[in-house]
């Protein structure tokens, strides 16, 4: 039975729904586009589809052109529910990656009485609280607004953390919350009484985030759900689905496999990214620092330097940037990931490296996009929010690639070891 459908609005956190599903012992597979018979037929027995998207990092005008289309595709799948997966910071724009835009277009292609908003992700240490987000950092728990980070994303940085109130720069539609206090049937029906489109849950432990699914799988039995919101969602579902014995107990971890080499290529600016950079190149790989406008020009420019590195028996990192750009620096983010994503495809053409680290969000999403991968399956754990992943290709030499999708906020100092294994 087809239980889920999920579009992710960038390619991490459309690998990390991916993960949270296998983990439960949910068949699932996640596509680079909408998938015909013959592509699904491929993967006989799925209970969930993923289309990995970049919507995070477009217009709302590019949104309506795709993105709706997208919809009415994934609603004739007919699962139960059908998920608009954002980034557990749930960073978003009026001009870019505007999730009141997809929330508009949701409504439109399944014709929703309402749309729930589930953020709060506790195993990504993300917390929603009477309607504020907070998430964990250097293990201390921030205001979005206040993040070290976040409020200073260099594309999109959050700069309200009631997501209500953000949100209301992105849509006119009418925003209710269901807080902790009242999270039950009636709390929802108090919320939809007063006219609201979209309701937001706040959900701070695997306790409010059971109860959220509970009351989502109940609706979605009796009419096609859309929702919105982070990977917590994916989880809130699952106590849900297991009740009823949709899908059987979790199936036990593989273990990632150790491989000599592997290539690493980040656009990310995120200080977590920085230290893990650092401590790859304290541990044996070789860094490469890539300048991104020489890269955009010329994205083969570097390769000889690469495969030499390679071809030493080294691993090499390739980076745009090393932490938070400075105030006077242009962002770059297709154009850069494109670029990015044009050199990965002839490092693997030219060399014998099969695992393969992509950091930042809009990074992996344009670069990805530049291999000609149809779609992806979880492989193993390393860390939540990024697992390993085997690349479905079938003729070419990337079948059977080993992907790592990291967001720029995910991991460990030592992430890039733990990555080789």
């Not at 018979?37 to 919507?55: K, N, R, T, V, Y």
């Not at 109940?218 to 009740?243: D, N, Y």
């Amino acid at each position: 039975m087809m239980l889920y459908t999920y579009y992710g609005d960038d390619f991490t956190g459309s690998t990390d729904v991916l993960e949270t599903l296998a983990l439960a012992g949910v068949k699932a597979a996640l596509f680079l586009s909408p998938p015909g018979p013959a592509e699904l037929a491929e993967f006989p027995g799925l209970q969930a589809i993923g289309i990995a998207g970049d919507s995070r990092s477009r217009s709302p005008e590019w949104m309506s052109a795709n993105v709706g289309g997208i919809f009415s595709t994934m609603k004739a799948f007919g699962a139960p529910v059908t998920h608009y997966k954002t980034c557990s910071t749930f960073d978003s724009a009026p001009h870019i990656g505007n999730v009141g835009r997809a929330l508009e277009l949701g409504i439109e292609a399944f014709g929703a009485r309402f749309v729930p908003i589930v953020v709060g992700a506790p195993h990504l240490g993300r917390y929603v609280v009477f309607g504020n987000l907070f998430a964990i950092a250097g293990g201390i728990p921030y205001r979005i607004d206040r993040h070290p980070t976040m409020s200073q994303h260099p594309v999109t940085p959050m700069l309200e953390a009631d997501l209500r109130r953000h949100l209301a720069l992105q849509t006119t539609l009418p925003i209710a919350l269901v807080d902790l206090r009242n999270l039950s049937r009636r709390g929802l029906d108090a919320a939809l009484s007063d006219g609201a489109a979209a309701v937001l849950f706040d959900t701070f432990d695997d306790a409010s985030l059971k109860v959220v699914g509970g009351l989502l799988w109940e609706t979605a039995r009796t009419k096609q759900l859309f929702a919105v919101g982070s990977s917590g969602l994916t989880e809130s579902l699952i106590p849900a689905w297991r009740a009823e014995r949709l899908i059987g107990n979790a199936p036990t971890p593989a273990k990632v496999h150790a491989v000599d080499q592997i290539v690493v290529l980040s656009g990310s600016c995120s200080p977590v990214t920085e230290a893990q950079i650092d401590w790859g190149m304290r541990h044996g790989f070789e860094g490469f620092a890539l300048e991104p406008a020489a890269l955009i020009r010329d994205p083969a420019e570097p390769i000889d330097r690469v495969l030499r590195c390679i071809s030493t028996g080294a691993s090499p990192i390739l980076y745009t940037a090393k932490g938070p750009l400075a105030s006077n620096m242009t962002p770059h983010s297709e154009e850069l990931g494109i670029a990015m994503g044009r050199l990965l495809r002839a490092i693997l053409e030219q060399s014998d490296v099969r695992r393969v680290v992509l950091c930042g969000g809009d990074t992996s999403s344009h670069a990805v996009q530049q291999l000609p991968i149809r779609a992806l399956t979880w492989t193993a754990a390393l860390v939540r929010g990024a697992p390993l992943c085997r690349a479905h290709a079938a003729g070419t030499r990337f079948d059977g690639l080993e992907l790592v999708l990291k967001g720029g906020q995910v991991g460990a100092e030592d992430f890039f070891g733990v990555a080789k294994g």
